[in-house]
């Protein structure tokens, strides 16, 4: 039987591909992936202490938060899309025009 | 005291969330007629007025509905009046700026419409599914508007930085929550508060990873250092109204969910009054440390405002309700000076041709005497001197921290304090005494501008001078919570 | 009168509004007219409240005027009010009187500036902050006037930006008064914590149940509250910015050291006496800092050409005499000497300023020389100054040098070594007021034909305000004779109430006072008057006969039969053996000590921090994945911090 730790160990881990996607990764719809996946390992935790809890305020919570991801992966990819036609380029790099 | 159970499904009680979600859904609606569109302000400005006397009539009765989720008591209702004047002061100085850099359309004012409601939701609730939800329904617009110069490769820049940089933080927050909500069984605030035990062993750890991880989620919309650097950038690259607009509201709704959950939810951990003493520290001394050398005014004011919040956190560090209450006066007392900032540099900004660089001030005192010294007198608040509402800000902090018992940290906050002026003064300097050879293109003034001017001048001095008033305003949306 | 205190500061306060809002929208005429006419007022009125100060009972001389409360929140009270009592009602005497006479010269000297309009509005907000720095009841008022006062000295000293050193020198003034500003600050929330009030009346009331006398926290309280008064009153080390005000207008300088700024330390430290007996370590820095400053500043004197750095530096080395009598607890003494210097130091500024004016703007002496024929009345007013300054007997400053020599010298909190270093001060004042003296209104003249053709005694609204002050530095010094001479101290009955009259407790004091009976004090004071008139001598032998001859004195000595042989022997040897070192010793003070050590530690302050703002920049390379980066790392910090509490 899987006990609730399991269950946040895997979320902990997805969560920690997630930062070090955002750490690593040069392209920015890759960026844009790792922070749905640090969401959605948040999802699995809450999904997790709330199946563990024996309430449904959880499950209802993911909801909302899957709808926020949602909305911000809309405006995530509608910017990309203007700065490449600014820039032709997704690469995260070549944006420091802004620094010091 | 507020019944915490109350289900009743109370629509009064979001009224002036819903006036500016109405006023939003027209805009938008209206979009496609060529006449409607430039109503938009117009709408915009109906809705945050509407929005403004709801909340003014909501003070002083508290309540709370939809199952607990929402909670509209005093401390509620001043954060609210706080979004709704910025953003109304926003309105009013911030269309010219866009018509003049061609890029004035109707969208800004729904999005500024909607993220002012979700900065209410943020004040207005103890549950901290609610305050999520809140932040990112502020958010989502702010990192639209940051890009909205969709011309401009800076804009663009601000835009997608803030985003990634936002839903970075969020992620963190949201798993915060979740080991919150893990280990205590709920997420409401007063629950913690009142009845507190934990469900399993190592569910303390659970808590205070929880606790810290919720922490860095707003540390980082109120820009303390390290969770910082994207506010320069953004700052900078974002138009200047938006840019205004960043530095009061938003930053106002982090410290308002911060005083939510970390002074009313989990009062009494001792290490979190700790990590605010270092977040402190560190954002108080890296802010105007890194201010000092900057020739970009926006920069420089953006440096200034993470330096502000490091005073803040000072109060945060201290607890208790007379420096609690002394952070509400701060945050009102930033809004005013740093909005008449930030409306002067719009309106330098609109030359054609100008980045808010420095320089640019240099002759300003010669072509417009009176707003060069309006802006010294904003300088003069932000630096932190006598007779402004800036200087009573600070020496009601610091006196609180004292206090308190926190010698260190007000002698470290006095210090950096003194370091600000230096480079605060640098602005009035260039204005006033520097050489300056070659004609300044003299500005014209909007009504609505002058009015901006006038309210936040006579805000700054005359709160300075009497603020007695807000002080109290300040110490019943304390009351309220404790 | 005392009914209405608060118009005294309001006058000019409503004066700067009216210049300020309508500027270069008014004639010349009438911006003169209301910026004189409300500073006129001002004095008026004080004149008025102090009469009628003087009519009352001694012990009722207080008048407490709340206007209204200004932060009141919790047990945190804190009012607009004013305070009138023997203290205040003299300083405002001094602010409105000799401001009112700097007021109507500047209508003379800035009649040809463009910036007339500007130039009035600021010097009656400075006068008004002054006003309410001297009123204010508590210390959160008073600091208003505080930080007043140090911004209009910076608009002022930099007024003329078209020089880049002007502005450098506003600069300077406010890094210094920041420091100050700081440890003014902290005391302040010292006694607060401690006191639970800012009130001047309740702190003095209260301070000796709430601190220990001799305790840890008063020391720092009182040692922080004198960091303040330091770089207010420029004392070492926070007194560089000083020399460099000269920048201004010379009547700003007159203002700023005469009659305003530079005072308020002062002021602070006699004000908050009741601490400052309770706190005698305290005392004994603010004597040494204030004894060692008026011999720093005095030998730096000797050496500079410039007429108005030499004044700068005269000013630094008087405060250094106020300070140390304060140091000694000789309070009474210290104002005394602060309104005769007031008197004294402003005609020398205003005279200098008219001979600034008649030379088109020369500052430096060598260029100058033989004046007095053509400026007689500045010559001549200018001349009673110097007698003043120097303390000759039965001029003003004579009276109330001599009292804080003795006081030095026989206070409780005295020491001869206090002592001496003022003697010596006051003899090197003597030598190079005179040597200014003589360099300027004696000898050949070494200005050129065409600055020479442009001489010219200055107009009436110049000319009168020197005669007025002229007739204060000699009658000013009377009211406070010392006891000796059969008379009673006028001045010091008057202070009397607002200084506190505790004994210092028994053990706490580590100095042996030497103590001293009349014919000590009729001694001391013979012993001061002949220094002085060797230093006057000495000054004569070699700045009026020769004024080359300190510059010239090194070549000579190269061949020593050259020596022998000339007929200047006296004079040289004279020379060589005091003079010459005292002068290399003076330009060490001033080469070294002042522009390398004290100027280069405040710049490599200002630097320092720079530097770190460059390196710290760095960081923020503008690439997103560093900033996420530097979060990560602050959340792992965090994390680990919390896991291990």
Same mark, same amino acid.
């Given at each position: 039987?899987?006990?609730?730790?399991?269950?946040?160990?895997?979320?902990?881990?997805?969560?920690?591909?997630?930062?070090?996607?955002?750490?690593?990764?040069?392209?920015?719809?890759?960026?844009?992936?790792?922070?749905?996946?640090?969401?959605?390992?948040?999802?699995?935790?809450?999904?997790?202490?709330?199946?563990?809890? *024996?309430?449904?305020?959880?499950?209802?919570?993911?909801?909302?938060?899957?709808?926020?991801?949602?909305?911000?992966?809309?405006?995530?990819?509608?910017?990309?899309?203007?700065?490449?036609?600014?820039?032709?380029?997704? *690469?995260?790099?070549?944006?420091?025009?802004?620094?010091? | 005291?507020?019944?915490?159970?109350?289900?009743?499904?109370?629509?009064?009680?979001?009224?002036?969330?819903?006036?500016?979600?109405?006023?939003?859904?027209?805009?938008?609606?209206?979009?496609?007629?060529?006449?409607?569109?430039?109503?938009?302000?117009?709408?915009?400005?109906?809705?945050?007025?509407?929005?403004?006397?709801?909340?003014?009539?909501?003070?002083?009765?508290?309540?709370?509905?939809?199952?607990?989720?929402?909670?509209?008591?005093?401390?509620?209702?001043?954060?609210?009046?706080?979004?709704?004047?910025?953003?109304?002061?926003?309105?009013?100085?911030?269309?010219? &700026?866009?018509?003049?850099? *061609?890029?004035?359309?109707?969208?800004?004012?729904?999005?500024?419409?909607?993220?002012?409601?979700?900065?209410?939701?943020?004040?207005?609730?103890?549950?901290?599914?609610?305050?999520?939800?809140?932040?990112?329904? /502020?958010?989502?617009?702010?990192?639209?508007?940051?890009?909205?110069?969709?011309?401009?490769?800076?804009?663009?820049?601000?835009?997608?930085?803030?985003?990634?940089?936002?839903?970075?933080?969020?992620?963190?927050?949201?798993?915060?929550?979740?080991?919150?909500?893990?280990?205590?069984?709920?997420?409401?605030?007063?629950?913690?508060?009142?009845?507190?035990?934990?469900?399993?062993?190592? &569910?303390?750890?659970?808590?205070?990873?929880?606790?810290?991880?919720?922490?860095?989620?707003?540390?980082?919309?109120?820009?303390?250092?390290?969770?910082?650097?994207?506010?320069?950038?953004?700052?900078?690259?974002?138009?200047?109204?938006?840019?205004?607009?960043?530095?009061?509201?938003?930053?106002?709704?982090?410290?308002?969910?911060?005083?939510?959950?970390?002074?009313?939810?989990?009062?009494?951990?001792?290490?979190?009054?700790?990590?605010?003493?270092?977040?402190?520290?560190?954002?108080?001394?890296?802010?105007?440390? @890194?201010?000092?050398?900057?020739?970009?005014?926006?920069?420089?004011?953006?440096?200034?405002?993470?330096?502000?919040?490091?005073?803040?956190?000072?109060?945060?560090?201290?607890?208790?309700s007379a420096a609690m209450s002394a952070a509400v006066f701060y945050l009102f007392a930033?809004?005013?000076?740093?909005?008449?900032?930030?409306?002067?540099?719009?309106?330098?900004?609109?030359?054609?041709?100008?980045?808010?660089?420095?320089?640019?001030?240099?002759?300003?005192?010669?072509?417009?005497?009176?707003?060069?010294?309006?802006?010294?007198?904003?300088?003069?608040?932000?630096?932190?001197?006598?007779?402004?509402?800036?200087?009573?800000?600070?020496?009601?902090?610091?006196?609180?921290?004292?206090?308190?018992?926190?010698?260190?940290?007000?002698?470290?906050?006095?210090?950096?304090?003194?370091?600000?002026?230096?480079?605060?003064?640098?602005?009035?300097?260039?204005?006033?005494?520097?050489?300056?050879?070659?004609?300044?293109?003299?500005?014209?003034?909007?009504?609505?501008?002058?009015?901006?001017?006038?309210?936040?001048?006579?805000?700054?001095?005359?709160?300075?001078?009497?603020?007695?008033?807000?002080?109290?305003?300040?110490?019943?949306?304390?009351?309220?919570?404790? | 009168?005392?009914?209405?205190?608060?118009?005294?500061?309001?006058?000019?306060?409503?004066?700067?509004?009216?210049?300020?809002? %309508?500027?270069?929208?008014?004639?010349?005429?009438?911006?003169?007219?209301?910026?004189?006419?409300?500073?006129?007022?001002?004095?008026?009125?004080?004149?008025?409240?102090?009469?009628?100060?003087?009519?009352?009972?001694?012990?009722?001389?207080?008048?407490?005027?709340?206007?209204?409360?200004?932060?009141?929140?919790?047990?945190?009270?804190?009012?607009?009010?004013?305070?009138?009592?023997?203290?205040?009602?003299?300083?405002?005497?001094?602010?409105?009187?000799?401001?009112?006479?700097?007021?109507?010269?500047?209508?003379?000297?800035?009649?040809?500036?463009?910036?007339?309009?500007?130039?009035?509005?600021?010097?009656? #907000?400075?006068?008004?902050?002054? %006003?309410?720095?001297?009123?204010?009841?508590?210390?959160?008022?008073?600091?208003?006037?505080?930080?007043?006062?140090?911004?209009?000295?910076?608009?002022?000293?930099?007024?003329?930006?078209?020089?880049?050193?002007?502005?450098?020198?506003?600069?300077?003034?406010?890094?210094?008064?920041?420091?100050?500003?700081?440890?003014?600050?902290?005391? /302040?929330?010292?006694?607060?914590?401690?006191?639970?009030?800012?009130?001047?009346?309740?702190?003095?009331?209260?301070?000796?149940?709430?601190?220990?006398?001799?305790?840890?926290?008063?020391?720092?309280?009182?040692?922080?509250?004198?960091?303040?008064?330091?770089?207010?009153?420029?004392?070492?080390?926070?007194?560089?910015?000083?020399?460099?005000?000269?920048?201004?207008?010379?009547?700003?300088?007159?203002?700023?050291?005469?009659?305003?700024?530079?005072?308020?330390?002062? &002021?602070?430290?006699?004000?908050?006496?009741?601490?400052?007996? #309770?706190?005698?370590?305290?005392?004994?820095?603010?004597?040494?800092?204030?004894?060692?400053?008026?011999?720093?500043?005095?030998?730096?004197?000797?050496?500079?050409?410039?007429?108005?750095?030499?004044?700068?530096?005269?000013?630094?080395?008087?405060?250094?005499?106020?300070?140390?009598?304060?140091?000694?607890?000789?309070?009474?003494?210290?104002?005394?000497?602060?309104?005769?210097?007031?008197?004294?130091?402003?005609?020398?500024?205003?005279?200098?300023?008219?001979?600034?004016?008649?030379?088109?703007?020369?500052?430096?002496?060598?260029?100058?020389?033989?004046?007095?024929?053509?400026?007689?009345?500045?010559?001549?007013?200018?001349?009673?100054?110097?007698?003043?300054?120097?303390?000759?007997?039965?001029? !003003?400053?004579?009276?109330?040098?001599?009292?804080?020599?003795?006081?030095?010298?026989?206070?409780?909190?005295?020491?001869?070594?206090?002592?001496?270093?003022?003697?010596?001060?006051?003899?090197?004042?003597?030598?190079?007021?005179?040597?200014?003296?003589?360099?300027?209104?004696?000898g050949k003249e070494r200005m050129d034909e065409k600055t020479k053709s442009h001489i010219?005694?200055?107009?009436?609204?110049?000319?009168?305000? %020197?005669?007025?002050?002229?007739?204060?530095?000699?009658?000013?010094?009377?009211?406070?004779?010392?006891?000796?001479?059969?008379?009673?101290?006028?001045?010091?009955?008057?202070?009397?109430?607002?200084?506190?009259?505790?004994?210092?407790?028994?053990?706490?004091?580590?100095?042996?006072?030497?103590?001293?009976?009349?014919?000590?004090?009729?001694?001391?004071?013979?012993?001061?008057?002949?220094?002085?008139?060797?230093?006057?001598?000495?000054?004569?032998?070699?700045?009026?006969?020769?004024?080359?001859?300190?510059?010239?004195?090194?070549?000579?000595?190269?061949?020593?039969? *050259?020596?022998?042989?000339?007929?200047?022997?006296?004079?040289?040897?004279?020379?060589?053996?005091?003079?010459?070192?005292?002068?290399?010793?003076?330009?060490?003070?001033?080469?070294?000590?002042?522009?390398?050590?004290?100027?280069?530690?405040?710049?490599?302050?200002?630097?320092?921090?720079?530097?770190?703002?460059?390196?710290?920049?760095?960081?923020?390379?503008?690439?997103?994945? !560093?900033?996420?980066?530097?979060?990560?790392?602050?959340?792992?910090? @965090?994390?680990?911090?919390?896991?291990?509490?």
């Amino acid at each position: 039987m899987f006990g609730i730790t399991h269950f946040l160990f895997i979320a902990v881990l997805l969560f920690g591909v997630g930062v070090t996607g955002v750490l690593i990764s040069r392209n920015i719809i890759v960026l844009l992936m790792s922070v749905e996946l640090m969401l959605n390992a948040a999802n699995l935790a809450i999904i997790a202490f709330s199946r563990a809890l *024996n309430v449904m305020d959880g499950h209802a919570f993911v909801f909302l938060v899957l709808t926020v991801a949602a909305a911000e992966a809309a405006v995530g990819l509608a910017m990309v899309i203007t700065i490449f036609n600014n820039r032709r380029s997704i *690469n995260i790099d070549k944006y420091s025009l802004l620094k010091w | 005291m507020i019944d915490t159970t109350a289900a009743s499904i109370d629509f009064s009680i979001i009224a002036p969330e819903i006036a500016l979600l109405a006023a939003a859904f027209i805009i938008l609606v209206s979009v496609y007629n060529k006449k409607m569109r430039n109503l938009a302000p117009v709408i915009a400005t109906a809705g945050l007025l509407v929005s403004l006397l709801i909340a003014i009539e909501q003070m002083g009765n508290p309540k709370t509905g939809f199952f607990g989720m929402v909670t509209c008591d005093d401390f509620t209702v001043v954060f609210k009046i706080l979004f709704v004047i910025s953003s109304l002061l926003i309105l009013m100085f911030g269309r010219r &700026y866009f018509v003049s850099k *061609n890029i004035d359309r109707p969208e800004f004012y729904a999005l500024l419409c909607i993220s002012t409601m979700g900065m209410m939701v943020m004040a207005s609730t103890t549950d901290l599914v609610v305050i999520f939800l809140g932040l990112e329904i /502020m958010s989502v617009p702010l990192y639209v508007m940051a890009g909205m110069d969709k011309r401009s490769l800076e804009s663009n820049e601000a835009g997608i930085k803030y985003l990634i940089m936002g839903a970075f933080a969020s992620g963190f927050l949201l798993m915060g929550i979740a080991f919150i909500f893990g280990s205590s069984g709920t997420t409401d605030l007063r629950r913690i508060a009142a009845d507190f035990q934990f469900i399993g062993e190592n &569910y303390q750890l659970y808590f205070n990873a929880g606790a810290v991880l919720t922490l860095v989620g707003f540390a980082f919309k109120v820009a303390a250092v390290p969770f910082h650097s994207w506010v320069p950038d953004v700052y900078q690259g974002a138009p200047t109204p938006v840019t205004a607009f960043f530095s009061v509201g938003p930053k106002a709704a982090g410290f308002a969910a911060l005083l939510r959950i970390f002074n009313f939810g989990f009062e009494d951990m001792e290490f979190i009054s700790d990590i605010f003493w270092m977040l402190a520290v560190l954002t108080m001394t890296v802010g105007n440390i @890194l201010a000092l050398r900057q020739g970009n005014i926006k920069r420089m004011l953006a440096y200034s405002s993470i330096a502000h919040a490091g005073y803040i956190l000072v109060a945060f560090a201290v607890g208790g309700s007379a420096a609690m209450s002394a952070a509400v006066f701060y945050l009102f007392a930033y809004g005013l000076f740093n909005l008449g900032s930030f409306a002067i540099i719009t309106q330098l900004e609109i030359r054609s041709g100008c980045k808010s660089e420095l320089s640019e001030l240099s002759g300003l005192s010669k072509a417009h005497p009176y707003l060069s010294a309006a802006l010294t007198v904003f300088m003069l608040a932000l630096a932190g001197f006598p007779p402004t509402v800036g200087f009573i800000g600070k020496f009601y902090l610091f006196t609180a921290a004292i206090d308190g018992g926190f010698i260190w940290l007000t002698i470290i906050g006095v210090l950096n304090s003194f370091i600000s002026v230096y480079y605060y003064l640098r602005v009035v300097k260039v204005s006033f005494l520097e050489k300056f050879e070659g004609t300044f293109v003299p500005v014209k003034y909007t009504p609505a501008m002058m009015a901006v001017l006038l309210i936040t001048l006579a805000g700054t001095l005359g709160l300075g001078i009497f603020p007695e008033k807000l002080l109290e305003i300040s110490r019943a949306a304390i009351f309220a919570f404790l | 009168m005392t009914e209405n205190i608060y118009w005294i500061p309001l006058l000019p306060l409503l004066g700067f509004l009216v210049n300020g809002l %309508l500027l270069g929208k008014l004639p010349k005429r009438v911006v003169s007219l209301v910026a004189c006419g409300t500073v006129g007022g001002s004095f008026l009125l004080s004149l008025m409240s102090f009469l009628e100060l003087k009519a009352m009972p001694p012990d009722l001389r207080l008048i407490e005027q709340t206007l209204f409360s200004w932060i009141s929140s919790g047990d945190f009270h804190v009012n607009f009010g004013f305070l009138l009592d023997p203290l205040s009602s003299l300083m405002i005497l001094v602010v409105t009187g000799v401001g009112f006479l700097i007021h109507l010269y500047s209508v003379g000297y800035m009649s040809h500036d463009s910036g007339y309009g500007r130039y009035f509005a600021y010097l009656n #907000l400075f006068t008004f902050s002054m %006003l309410v720095l001297v009123l204010a009841d508590n210390f959160l008022f008073m600091f208003v006037g505080w930080e007043g006062v140090g911004l209009c000295s910076y608009l002022l000293i930099g007024f003329w930006f078209e020089k880049k050193s002007a502005s450098d020198a506003g600069k300077k003034a406010f890094i210094v008064n920041r420091i100050g500003d700081f440890g003014f600050l902290i005391g /302040m929330f010292i006694i607060f914590w401690q006191v639970g009030s800012l009130d001047f009346m309740t702190v003095a009331a209260k301070a000796p149940e709430v601190f220990v006398a001799g305790g840890t926290l008063v020391t720092a309280a009182c040692i922080l509250l004198f960091v303040g008064a330091a770089g207010k009153s420029a004392q070492i080390p926070l007194y560089v910015w000083l020399p460099d005000a000269m920048e201004g207008p010379t009547p700003v300088s007159a203002l700023i050291h005469a009659a305003t700024m530079v005072t308020a330390g002062v &002021y602070m430290i006699v004000r908050v006496n009741a601490m400052y007996i #309770l706190a005698p370590d305290a005392l004994l820095v603010v004597a040494i800092v204030g004894g060692v400053t008026a011999l720093f500043a005095a030998t730096i004197g000797l050496v500079q050409n410039d007429i108005k750095r030499v004044l700068a530096y005269s000013t630094i080395s008087q405060l250094g005499y106020m300070f140390l009598a304060c140091g000694v607890a000789a309070f009474s003494a210290g104002i005394f000497h602060l309104m005769t210097h007031a008197f004294f130091k402003a005609l020398l500024f205003l005279g200098a300023g008219s001979v600034i004016h008649a030379m088109s703007g020369q500052q430096d002496m060598r260029y100058m020389g033989g004046l007095r024929k053509y400026l007689p009345i500045t010559f001549g007013t200018f001349f009673i100054a110097t007698l003043a300054i120097s303390g000759i007997p039965l001029m !003003s400053g004579f009276f109330s040098k001599d009292e804080i020599l003795w006081k030095a010298f026989s206070s409780d909190y005295g020491h001869p070594i206090l002592w001496a270093l003022g003697f010596i001060t006051a003899g090197l004042t003597a030598f190079y007021m005179f040597r200014l003296l003589f360099l300027t209104f004696y000898g050949k003249e070494r200005m050129d034909e065409k600055t020479k053709s442009h001489i010219h005694e200055s107009p009436k609204f110049m000319t009168i305000p %020197l005669m007025v002050l002229a007739v204060l530095a000699v009658v000013g010094g009377w009211i406070g004779m010392p006891h000796i001479f059969g008379v009673t101290n006028y001045f010091e009955a008057w202070l009397e109430p607002v200084i506190s009259s505790a004994k210092p407790a028994v053990g706490v004091h580590m100095l042996t006072s030497a103590g001293g009976d009349t014919a000590m004090e009729l001694m001391l004071m013979f012993s001061t008057v002949i220094l002085v008139g060797l230093a006057i001598f000495a000054a004569f032998k070699i700045y009026n006969k020769r004024p080359e001859v300190a510059d010239s004195l090194a070549d000579r000595f190269k061949t020593p039969h *050259n020596v022998l042989l000339h007929k200047y022997y006296v004079d040289e040897f004279y020379g060589a053996v005091i003079v010459r070192p005292l002068i290399y010793f003076s330009l060490f003070l001033w080469k070294i000590m002042d522009v390398l050590f004290i100027d280069g530690l405040l710049n490599g302050l200002a630097k320092l921090y720079e530097g770190i703002s460059e390196t710290m920049r760095s960081v923020q390379t503008g690439r997103l994945r !560093s900033y996420a980066t530097v979060f990560v790392i602050g959340v792992f910090i @965090l994390i680990a911090y919390a896991v291990i509490e």
